[in-house]
């Protein structure tokens, strides 16, 4: 068997690590730990792999898929949900960590996906103060709608003080984010161009570089596709169906849709954009959605040409 044409799947759980070898059908089991990683990492590198595959989940893999890239191996990290239509297409039902696995590995002979580079310590830094922010601001979300419905004098100054804390611990967050941008050059020019757009503020741009460094590097569908904004035929036959967005960075989204909305009032451009389709007949939600994609491809085009 050539070494170039194994694949490597990997299931990630929070103690241990399940490892299949495609084709040759060899797994294992080892714990997650960094001893454990180190010697994997050297079994891999005398295998040679095509790629090696594992799913996201939610940041366990990130310690293990940054020890195998810091090794020059290939490393594809993939969305759940592939791997879940690769299952149903091959009609898999069963579900063990070992089948995962080698469910993976026969998905990386068969797809061969794209290894795409891993964000560095200080960017993963900058999507974890990002993502703890969004979890405070939805927190805070709830204790207020709970206020709306509170009666008792004793609760609702308890759930004011709840909230009362963590407007606190947003504003520490703005100020911890807006250091680690202020800190490096290249993330502070970026913030500065994206924020030169009229409905761009400082949390918009901050989510933009820690949740989608890829703006200015693709074109405006790469772009569009990569926040879940490029729409999706329906067709077949001499059927023609809705056209509708899918899938993509869900935190990307959310934050052009509060930057849209802003835009289509403050934004010149998109605002007459955004007027012209609904003048059209354009239900709003459409209009909106188009608008959105119009300001990302905005903004995608001032980060390639670096100008305001």
């Not at 039902?93 to 580079?117: I, S």
């Not at 960017?123 to 979300?141: F, I, K, M, P």
């Not at 709003?284 to 188009?290: D, H, Y």
């Amino acid at each position: 068997m050539a070494k170039d044409s194994t694949t490597v799947g990997i299931d990630v759980s929070r103690d241990a690590l399940d490892i299949w070898l495609h084709p040759a059908g060899e797994c294992w089991r080892v714990d997650y730990d960094t001893d454990h990683i180190l010697e994997l990492v050297e079994a891999l590198g005398r295998v040679a792999p095509q790629v090696i595959v594992m799913e996201a989940t939610g940041g366990l893999e990130i310690p293990l898929a940054a020890g195998l890239a810091g090794a020059s191996l290939s490393v594809a990290v993939i969305n759940p949900r592939q791997s879940r239509d690769f299952a149903r297409s091959t009609g898999r039902l069963a579900k063990t960590d070992r089948l995962d696995a080698r469910l993976l590995a026969e998905y990386g002979a068969a797809v061969n996906p794209e290894p795409r580079p891993l964000p560095d310590a200080e960017q993963r830094e900058l999507q974890e103060l990002v993502s703890h922010r969004q979890g405070l601001v939805d927190a805070r979300t709830a204790e207020r709608n709970r206020l709306a419905r509170t009666t008792s004098a004793m609760v609702r100054d308890r759930i004011q003080a709840c909230i009362d804390w963590l407007a606190q611990q947003i504003s520490q967050s703005d100020a911890d984010i807006a250091e680690l941008i202020g800190s490096n050059q290249t993330w502070q020019e970026q913030s500065q161009l994206l924020q030169s757009v009229p409905g761009v503020g400082p949390v918009v741009s901050a989510v933009l570089i820690a949740r989608l460094p890829e703006l200015g590097r693709l074109n405006h569908k790469e772009i569009a596709a990569l926040a879940g904004l490029a729409p999706f035929n329906r067709d077949s036959g001499q059927w023609r169906g809705r056209r509708s967005i899918w899938g993509g960075r869900r935190s990307v989204r959310s934050a052009l849709y509060m930057a849209t909305v802003s835009a289509t009032r403050f934004n010149p451009a998109i605002k007459t954009f955004y007027q012209r389709l609904r003048q059209a007949g354009k239900p709003a939600k459409v209009a909106l959605t188009a608008s959105m994609r119009k300001l990302l491809s905005i903004l995608n085009a001032i980060a390639r040409n670096r100008q305001p």
